[in-house]
């Protein structure tokens, strides 16, 4: 594998994004530094997908920039800013379920193939989630809800991103499943060995998402309504009971 | 016993040209959620192209490379130029657009290359094989164009398995959206994929045409045999296709040959019929896939 690079920082200054009339994100500053995991929170509906989907180009923005680095990625397409080192895992899992295990791995890995920056390859993935290995030769749409967490976490991995955009990785998984996969989370992004990801972690799981983060960012009604370390955010009483619902 | 040796190896040799005609439907399905209605038209311009070079004095080989090859360019021009602004938007759009195609191609045809009926030359004997001394319907022209259509399918399943960029063709097919998060140009995936679709129909046009007359509506009959073919196998399926293909060849050869060829178009509107009754998903698709 190559040498871990130097990673660039994520940063969002004052983006906005509208469905129609209605105003998803209103202004949004974030930054996700390499080596850290950057919590998004906030309740339904507070622009957190929205807030992903623009960063990655699926939506477009109507005001405000995104750059990794000193490059500008606001605005191009979606494949463009995939290629530059951003993996959005979606909500849903977003596996292809009619392509088998391995197939899904394969289309992420030629991305990190093109990109020559790959520091996962398939059989790592294989290794740090063995129920995936058994069923490499099944079709997705055989898997589990974890595994298929699993295998978009791993897909995600193999494109060799500098930037890890997770939305709602928690959704609809069982308590020891989603404390496996954030103890993984937070192991990646202090493995040093692994170029000093970028992970922005969307959540409505509060608590669980400020327990891995290093910093945390509260949305609400599309605008940024608090941001500091997460021990700070998570000690704030008002914070908690206004926004985070624990 | 002897007709009905007959009758089936023609029908399978029709049905080989059906299957071809039911994969390019089918691959153009997949992938843009469109009919496309044009797809004989279009293989019936590229088999004019053939004709023309062939009449001018080039060898039927090069007509025939000459004909896939334009198949290529005029499916990705048609999916660039005509198709990519209606894609994704309401399906009737789509439907009318590949009809307008489909009534465009065959005018300019006509105009181009004449409405008259016109003799298409085969590049095999024509004459039935001789199996101890009774003579068959079974011609080496046959076996060439199952042939053909066979390598061609053995290339396209090649493609998809076991190729990278057969696998992104068939993720971008899937899931739009998750292959752009994975960096694949879904735009030029699609843009293949109504080439090789194109290159596929345009093989079956110059198959059918060989030893036939051939005019701007010839395709037509076999378009219609071909989405038979593809609705029975699913739509979704390429196997299915290929089976759907055969079966109908098969058939219809079974009607034309015992009940009349009058009836063979009947028999393929009943045939239609009963498997958007008893089966509308197909023999090869999944349930749930199909959302029409």
């Not at chain 1, 791993?154 to 996969?181: H, M, W």
């Not at chain 2, 995936?189 to 045409?209: C, D, E, F, R, Y």
């Not at chain 2, 005019?215 to 699913?234: E, H, I, K, R, T």
């Amino acid at each position: 594998m190559s040498a871990p690079a130097t990673t660039a920082a994520l940063q969002v200054r004052g983006l906005s994004a509208s469905y129609g009339p209605v105003t998803a994100l209103d202004g949004v500053d974030v930054t996700a530094e390499p080596g850290r995991i950057t919590a998004v929170l906030g309740a339904n509906g507070a622009g957190k997908t929205t807030l992903l989907r623009t960063i990655s180009g699926l939506v477009r923005p109507t005001a405000g920039q995104v750059l990794l680095g000193d490059r500008d990625l606001t605005r191009a397409p979606a494949e463009t800013i995939a290629r530059a080192g951003v993996a959005h895992v979606p909500e849903g899992r977003g596996v292809i379920t009619e392509l088998t295990v391995e197939e899904n791995l394969r289309l992420g890995a030629l991305l990190g193939s093109s990109r020559k920056r790959t520091r996962h390859v398939i059989d790592d993935v294989y290794a740090m989630f063995p129920p995936l290995a058994e069923r490499r030769a099944r079709h997705a749409h055989t898997l589990s809800g974890g595994e298929r967490q699993m295998l978009v976490i791993g897909r995600a991995l193999v494109t060799g991103p500098d930037v890890l955009l997770l939305d709602e990785p928690s959704l609809g998984l069982a308590p020891r499943i989603v404390a496996q996969i954030f103890g993984l989370l937070r192991e990646l992004v202090d493995d040093a060995a692994s170029g000093r990801l970028s992970v922005l972690l969307v959540e409505q799981n509060a608590r669980s998402a400020l327990s891995i983060a290093d910093v945390g960012v509260v949305l609400n009604l599309g605008r940024v309504v608090a941001t500091d370390s997460a021990a700070a955010l998570a000690a704030d009483d008002g914070l908690r009971h206004a926004y985070l619902g624990f | 016993m002897q007709q009905f040796l007959n009758v089936t190896l023609t029908g399978l040799a029709q049905g080989a040209v059906y299957s071809a005609i039911a994969l390019a439907l089918v691959l153009i399905w997949r992938s843009t959620r469109i009919v496309n209605f044009a797809q004989g038209a279009m293989a019936m311009f590229t088999t004019y192209i053939a004709l023309s070079l062939i009449e001018a004095g080039q060898s039927y080989w090069v007509g025939l490379l000459v004909a896939l090859v334009s198949g290529l360019v005029l499916g990705a021009l048609v999916e660039r130029v005509v198709v990519r602004p209606v894609e994704g938007g309401p399906e009737l759009n789509a439907v009318i657009v590949t009809l307008g195609l489909f009534v465009g191609f065959q005018a300019l045809a006509a105009i181009l290359f004449g409405s008259t009926f016109v003799s298409f030359p085969a590049p095999f004997d024509l004459r039935g094989f001789t199996v101890g001394g009774v003579n068959i319907a079974f011609t080496p022209n046959s076996i060439f164009v199952i042939a053909a259509v066979v390598v061609v399918m053995l290339a396209l399943v090649a493609l998809f398995r076991f190729t990278n960029l057969g696998l992104q063709m068939r993720a971008s097919a899937f899931s739009q959206e998750v292959s752009r998060l994975l960096g694949v140009r879904v735009g030029a995936m699609l843009t293949l994929g109504w080439a090789l679709a194109a290159v596929v129909g345009s093989l079956a046009g110059v198959l059918i045409a060989g030893g036939n007359l051939v005019s701007p509506n010839y395709m037509d009959a076999v378009v219609v045999f071909g989405f038979v073919a593809a609705v029975l196998g699913g739509l979704e399926s390429p196997g299915g296709a290929v089976v759907g293909g055969l079966t109908i060849g098969l058939l219809l050869s079974y009607v034309s040959g015992y009940l009349g060829s009058e009836l063979v178009a009947l028999a393929a509107l009943v045939i239609l019929v009963a498997v958007l009754l008893v089966r509308p998903q197909g023999l090869f698709s999944h349930a749930a896939a199909r959302r029409v």
